[in-house]
């Protein structure tokens, strides 16, 4: 299968503060997902961005697949933005990556 | 919301004890996804159904069973349940087929949240 790494494994921010999370996938893909897990368990989608850049508010996702990495950008960072933000790739299935945990304080 | 919806929302049961998860996936979505979730851990992938067919099998025990409806409803059945079975189980659902010529996104219910005591 495709292996999905994430980094960093754990992020803590000050509010206000701008971030950059990874995503590296081991081979080509026809999709890929970036998704938020709030502290309720809720998984939310961010972006649907198999290439190219997309923007929705302060959140902002790249993805290169000739070198397969995608990029998420938070930036002035707000303690809702706090939970576990997964990756996600389509080859013959959805692979997940293990997730970046992020932590705002006030 | 979604779109995808999956009861029932908690559960709490006793070891041994045998309880079957329901999900109706989005409007038009053919194949849904099952994935069981341990406290602080990520994602397992359990089982893929397409239009009615298991397509995929991950790591699903064999004390569990699935099945797609002709509704295109599904349903995962837990049997002989044990304290590990604990967990947050995800149904998810996309347009198509993962590994086809694009799969459409992939959207999560809000899970249903079963302890075993």
């Known amino acids: 299968g495709i292996q999905v790494e994430q980094s960093p494994p754990d992020l803590i921010l000050q509010e206000g503060a701008n971030s950059t999370l990874r995503c590296n996938f081991s081979?080509?893909?026809?999709?890929l997902q970036w998704f938020h897990q709030n502290p309720w368990g809720q998984l939310i989608n961010l972006f649907y961005?198999?290439?190219g850049t997309k923007q929705n508010g302060r959140l902002s996702a790249t993805t290169v697949a000739t070198e397969r990495y995608s990029l998420l950008y938070i930036s002035s960072s707000q303690t809702t933005d706090s939970g576990v933000y997964f990756c996600a790739v389509a080859g013959n299935q959805f692979y997940f990556g293990t997730g970046t945990s992020l932590t705002v304080i006030p | 919301d979604s779109g995808v919806t999956q009861t029932p929302k908690h559960l709490i049961t006793a070891t041994g004890q045998r309880v079957t998860l329901r999900c109706s996936p989005r409007s038009g979505d053919l194949s849904v996804y099952w994935y069981q979730q341990s406290l602080d851990q990520g994602l397992q992938f359990l089982i893929q159904y397409y239009n009615g067919e298991e397509r995929a099998k991950g790591n699903i025990l064999e004390r569990f069973s699935a099945q797609q409806f002709p509704d295109l409803h599904s349903e995962l059945n837990l049997s002989s349940l044990e304290l590990g079975d604990s967990a947050l189980y995800f149904c998810?659902?996309?347009?198509?087929?993962?590994?086809?010529?694009?799969?459409?996104?992939?959207?999560f219910g809000e899970g249903s949240r079963l302890t075993v005591l």
């Open positions: 998810a659902s996309s347009a198509r087929l993962a590994g086809g010529g694009g799969t459409g996104e992939l959207f």
């Open positions: 961005i198999p290439s």
């Open positions: 081979d080509s893909v026809n999709n």
